[in-house]
């Protein structure tokens, strides 16, 4: 992977062995820890496949992530790890900018409906530094992803209303956010209802397979019951 621009793309995957503890109900530990690695598969596949990146920075302690980003060809970093998403990300970007990255892109690892073209299509759209660029997730509370030049240009505090903040956070800076808006870097998987949609799609990427194959949906459309096929 080559970048003109020299942008990083920045994954952070927390410790798989209590992944997605919101899905509790609707699935037992060991399949949300196999779902959130494939999850985090799709992702990385997706961005090693983009073209217009200098490379991938997985930022983890959880040693299965750090051999999958191995797989990808992905530098891994603890940096920040243990700080939750925002502490791992502003840790990424701060170690970019010293190091003279041109650009950070920050996705999270449980969107597998990403694909290298969406990735490419937020790169396109990136204006020149200083820049700020955002794909917000499908409700626009989440910030899905996001591409910023300087790496640190902006200080980021993810969560379930993060958004809107970022806008404002960007013009603070001084700096005009561009936005983008893409299915796939929308559709995150965040709780049963996600779940349940993500498995109505009938997708044929890692996760989706693997939620065909252990889980099927029970009841009327919207409903978010479930029945187990499988046990890990």
């Known amino acids: ?32 820890r196999a779902f959130a690695l494939a999850m985090a598969e799709d992702v990385l596949a997706a961005l090693a496949a983009a073209r217009g990146l200098a490379g991938i920075i997985v930022v983890t302690v959880d040693p ?66 200083p820049a700020f660029t955002i794909a917000p997730a499908h409700d626009e509370l989440g910030s899905n992803a996001i591409l910023m030049s300087p790496p640190d240009a902006v200080p980021l505090r993810f969560g379930d209303d993060s958004y809107f903040p970022h806008l404002a956070a960007a013009e603070a800076q001084g700096i005009r956010p561009t936005i983008v808006r893409l299915p796939g870097i929308a559709f995150d998987i965040d709780n049963p209802v996600d779940l349940a949609n993500f498995a109505r799609l009938g997708s044929r990427t890692r996760a989706g397979l693997l939620l065909a194959e252990h889980f099927t949906p029970a009841g009327e459309r919207g409903e978010v019951a479930w029945q187990g096929i499988q046990t890990f």
């Open 1 to 32: 992977m080559t970048g003109d621009r020299n942008i990083w793309a920045v994954v952070p995957i927390k410790n798989t062995a209590a992944a997605k503890q919101r899905l509790a109900d609707a699935a037992p530990p060991g399949f949300r």
């Open 64 to 129: 299965t992530a750090a051999a999958l980003a191995a797989r990808y060809g992905a530098i891994c970093r603890n940096d920040g790890a243990l700080d939750g998403h925002t502490g791992a990300v502003t840790a990424a970007g701060r170690r970019l900018a010293a190091e003279g990255g041109g650009g950070m892109l920050t996705v999270p690892g449980d969107i597998p409906l990403l694909t290298a073209a969406e990735i490419e299509a937020v790169i396109a759209a990136h204006g020149p530094a």
